[in-house]
C-alpha cells in the first residue's frame, strides 16, 4: 500500500507491475490473509497502526480478487482500469501532431508488440496490456534467475523505454502540463 500509492504518483508503469506482483503474491498465499501477515508484511518493517493499515490493504486486495473472479489469474478492474486510462492517453498522443516522439517511439517498438501477439496463443490483449505482461514476464524470469535472449532483451529494453515515456506522459497529463490538441 505505501509503495504502490508512491509508485502510482511517480510512475504509472512501476505502479501496475508492482500492484500485479502484488495480486500473484496474494495468490501465492493462497488468498490467507494470515499468512501475508506472517510473510508479507514484515517486508514492509512498519509497525502499528501502519502495519494494520497494510493488512486492511491486502484484505480488500483479496475480497475483490474473489469477487471480480480472478483467483487463477487476471487482474482486478482496479488495474484494469490504469491499462483503460493508458490506452486513451496512448491514443490521444498518437493522434497529437505535437507529438512526434511519441509516435516514433510506439512506432519502434510496435514490432515487438506483434510479434508478442503471434506468440500470446490466440489471447486477446491491448498492445499496451501487451506491453506490460512482456515487462512483467521478464522480471518474473530474472527473478527466477533464468536466461533471457538477446533478442528477447532487445524487446524488453524498447518496451520498457515506450512504456516509460507514456508513463511521463500520464503523469504530465495529471499535472495538467500536456496539452494535447484533441
Request: negative net charge.
Amino acid at each position: 500500500m505505501i509503495i504502490a500509492r508512491r509508485k502510482k504518483e511517480e510512475n504509472i508503469a512501476e505502479y501496475l507491475l508492482y500492484m500485479w506482483q502484488v495480486e500473484d503474491i496474494i495468490r501465492a498465499n493462497h488468498f490467507d490473509i494470515n499468512a501475508i501477515r506472517q510473510t508479507v508484511i514484515p517486508g514492509y518493517g512498519q509497525s502499528g497502526e501502519v502495519r494494520e493499515e497494510i493488512t486492511r490493504w491486502y484484505e480488500e486486495l483479496i475480497e475483490m480478487m474473489r469477487a471480480e473472479g480472478v483467483m487463477e489469474k487476471g487482474h482486478i478492474q482496479l488495474n484494469r482500469n490504469v491499462i483503460i486510462t493508458l490506452t486513451d492517453l496512448h491514443l490521444r498522443l498518437l493522434k497529437s501532431p505535437e507529438e512526434m516522439i511519441y509516435e516514433a517511439a510506439y512506432y519502434k517498438t510496435l514490432p515487438y508488440i506483434v510479434q508478442l501477439r503471434s506468440k500470446s496463443g490466440g489471447e486477446e490483449m491491448s498492445e499496451l496490456e501487451t506491453c506490460f505482461t512482456a515487462v512483467y514476464g521478464y522480471l518474473m524470469l530474472r527473478m527466477q534467475h533464468k536466461e533471457v535472449s538477446s533478442g528477447t532483451m532487445e524487446g524488453i529494453k524498447q518496451i520498457s523505454l515506450f512504456l516509460a515515456l507514456l508513463s511521463g506522459k500520464y503523469r504530465a497529463d495529471l499535472k495538467g502540463e500536456l496539452h494535447l490538441d484533441d
